[in-house]
């Protein structure tokens, strides 16, 4: 009873606040203090290093977290460059108050970053780089072509700010705070929800949709948040050059801040903004080298993708070289799990009519019916290549059905839409895990656990309660998951530190942060000991109990008849036999088929 009624320690991360704030207040104090040398060089190359670090943090979510490729994303200091200097300088209309113009460089980087954002949606990271390496272009051909806007080739004056920020120490504030504030919000994304959806996203896509990521919507978000960033950085720049002309926004500053982040690090807000300060400061106290930046870029990339493929990030990250402990063991504690799950309201039957479904010529499902009922194990079980996992795909939404149908209770589950079965509580593993290595295990079984945030991007991008109570609950959740599947322990251990059975494990508190009305496991035995299986077995078994119908799919037989009810055999797409497991253990054609002598 003391055992259950403990509160489980949320110790992740393990290590104390200001540790991890340290080099932000070092950072922030060089900052703030720099004006006292008053050196206006040193000044300069500064503002110009937290400009970019404005655009540098929005990309750095694009980049970094989400993994896309947009390797062009100069195009938006490009545009908010040219609105603000525009609109400031008279050139449509009135002139704009330049804070005013401000402003609108940065809607029009968000709409903009939107714009080039939607082919992400669809194409893969290579041809989406071209893509926005595309869009770069034409907005320079723009700037070029239009020349009552933009002045062409000769250029158009960028904005002076007036007080508090004008020109000198004023305007070096404007930019440092600008860019603390980017970072500010760029880290409370990332430590957000939203945040580990993108490197979810990235790493493990199909895991981040049966969690209930929705892709689309999260992506655009971002890319307006990136767009808005970079059009304000911009403008800041716009007036930095104090004279602007297309050739300002070359190729090399779009590789200048793509290169910033990746040897920065993926997945960290720190390493890409002493990436992007490094890559802004270098060549100034190497003036004989600008012209080689290019190659400098490359050649610096290529040592860091050789030597320390996590950036600088990595090399930071003292925390995670801290050696495990050798002997671990995985002790689940299935007794914790009606805190976890609901108090179970009658749970409803999952069913399968009729499913068809072939690639192209391979007939993986040959017309199936399942009925999954809430409160049994229901194994599936079949030689290799007899559609188990295709079942659970098409369950997933993974798969479209040629024929057939998906019901939960008397509700349709529409094909071709994965990130709609979270809502209906339907959770899955994977035959292999799919895991988010780069992250904690933690963060990892708190992406489970999506959906049932309620704050906003917007209440994240400015941590207001909403999304503090989001953090808080997810946290004591998905610390639970772990105290129920037996790795409390490891929860800030990134996860690809982990050996195989415990990823298994992983897998199953991640999925048990939905309160599953169904969960469907796919060989989760594989690679377990035998000691693990039977600790799986009883936990598995305690879901069940616990009013979640549970699909099962194994191979280990003696797993199967131990914690099955109810057993179907597959072959060739089709349902050779149903039943309890004596009647299975007992069926001849089963026998000879699959289960050996
Ligand atoms: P099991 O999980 O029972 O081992 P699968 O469901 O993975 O089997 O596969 C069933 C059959 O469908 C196999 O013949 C496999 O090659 C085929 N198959 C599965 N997925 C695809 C796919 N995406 N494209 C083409 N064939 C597939
Ligand atoms: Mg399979």
């Known amino acids: 009873m003391t055992d259950t009624a403990a509160p489980i320690q949320a110790r992740a991360g393990g290590t104390g606040w200001l540790e991890g704030k340290l080099a932000w207040i070092a950072l922030g104090l060089v900052g703030l203090l720099l004006p006292l040398l008053d050196d206006s060089y040193i000044g300069v190359i500064a503002q110009r290093a937290y400009i970019y670090w404005v655009l540098g943090a929005g990309l750095n979510l694009v980049?970094?977290?989400?993994?896309?490729?947009?390797?062009?994303?100069?195009?938006?200091?490009?545009?908010?460059?040219?609105?603000?200097?525009?609109?400031?300088?008279?050139?449509?209309?009135?002139?704009?108050?330049?804070?005013?113009?401000?402003?609108?460089?940065?809607?029009?980087?968000?709409?903009?970053?939107?714009?080039?954002?939607?082919?992400?949606?669809?194409?893969?990271?290579?041809?989406?780089a071209m893509t926005t390496l595309g869009f770069a272009t034409i907005v320079t051909q723009v700037a070029l072509a239009w020349k009552s806007v933009t002045g062409g080739g000769v250029g158009t004056p960028g904005p002076v700010f007036p007080w508090p920020f004008d020109p000198g120490w004023g305007f070096y504030y404007f930019c440092f705070f600008l860019a603390a504030i980017a970072t500010w919000m760029t880290a409370n994304i990332a430590s957000s929800r939203f945040g580990r959806g993108l490197?979810?996203?990235?790493?493990?896509?199909?895991?981040?949709?049966?969690?209930?990521?929705?892709?689309?919507?999260?992506?655009?978000?971002?890319?307006?948040?990136?767009?808005?960033?970079?059009?304000?950085?911009?403008?800041?720049?716009?007036?930095?050059?104090?004279?602007?002309?297309?050739?300002?926004f070359t190729f090399e500053m779009s590789v200048l801040f793509f290169i910033g982040i990746l040897i920065g690090g993926r997945g960290s807000i720190l390493g890409p903004a002493l990436g992007t300060l490094l890559l802004t400061v270098l060549p100034e106290f190497a003036a004989p080298l600008v012209q080689w930046s290019t190659f400098l870029y490359a050649a610096l990339l290529l040592l860091i993708v050789l030597v320390i493929p996590g950036g600088i990030a990595d090399l930071i990250d003292y925390k995670n070289r801290r050696p495990l402990e050798q002997h671990r063991e995985i002790a689940p504690r299935p007794e914790l799990l009606p805190r976890l799950l609901d108090e179970r309201r009658d749970g409803e039957v999952l069913s399968l009519k009729g499913i068809e479904l072939s690639f192209g010529g391979v007939r993986a499902i040959a017309g199936i019916d399942l009925e999954i009922r809430p409160g049994e194990v229901h194994g599936l079980i079949g030689p290799n290549g007899s559609g188990k996992t295709t079942t659970l795909n098409v369950i997933s939404g993974y798969y479209a059905p040629q024929k057939g149908?998906?019901?939960?209770?008397?509700?349709?589950?529409?094909?071709?839409?994965?990130?709609?079965?979270?809502?209906?509580?339907?959770?899955?593993?994977?035959?292999?895990?799919?895991?988010?290595?780069?992250?904690?295990?933690?963060?990892?079984?708190m992406v489970g656990g999506t959906i049932d945030g309620q704050g906003s991007f917007a209440e994240s991008l400015l941590t207001l309660p909403r999304h503090r109570r989001d953090e808080i609950q997810l946290r004591e959740a998905a610390m639970l998951a772990l105290a129920v599947v037996g790795l409390e322990s490891l929860a800030g251990v990134r996860a690809d530190r982990l050996q195989h059975s415990e990823l298994r494990f992983v897998e199953i508190a991640r999925a048990l942060m939905l309160r599953p009305a169904c969960l469907m496991l796919d060989e989760p035995a594989a690679g377990l000991s035998a000691e693990e299986i039977r600790r799986l077995g009883a936990l598995i078994k305690a879901v069940s109990r616990a009013g979640t119908a549970v699909l099962l799919v194994e191979h280990h037989a003696d797993l199967i008849f131990d914690i099955c009810d109810r057993v179907t055999v597959l072959n060739l797409g089709k349902v050779l036999a149903a039943g309890t497991p004596a009647e299975i253990r007992s069926h001849r054609e089963v026998v000879s088929a699959y289960l050996g002598a």
């Open 199 to 248: 490197i979810a996203i990235r790493d493990a896509e199909v895991a981040a949709e049966a969690s209930g990521v929705a892709k689309p919507k999260l992506l655009m978000m971002v890319f307006l948040l990136a767009g808005a960033l970079g059009g304000v950085a911009g403008g800041l720049f716009s007036s930095l050059q104090s004279y602007i002309t297309p050739d300002a």
């Open 405 to 445: 149908e998906v019901r939960l209770g008397t509700a349709m589950l529409p094909p071709g839409a994965p990130h709609l079965r979270a809502p209906h509580r339907i959770a899955r593993t994977f035959q292999t895990p799919r895991l988010i290595g780069a992250a904690s295990v933690l963060e990892n079984v």
């Open 63 to 128: 980049v970094g977290y989400a993994g896309q490729i947009a390797i062009g994303w100069v195009s938006m200091l490009t545009l908010g460059a040219y609105t603000t200097a525009a609109l400031a300088a008279g050139n449509v209309g009135e002139p704009w108050h330049p804070y005013l113009a401000l402003v609108a460089g940065g809607v029009m980087g968000a709409v903009f970053g939107v714009v080039v954002g939607l082919p992400a949606l669809r194409l893969r990271t290579f041809y989406f």
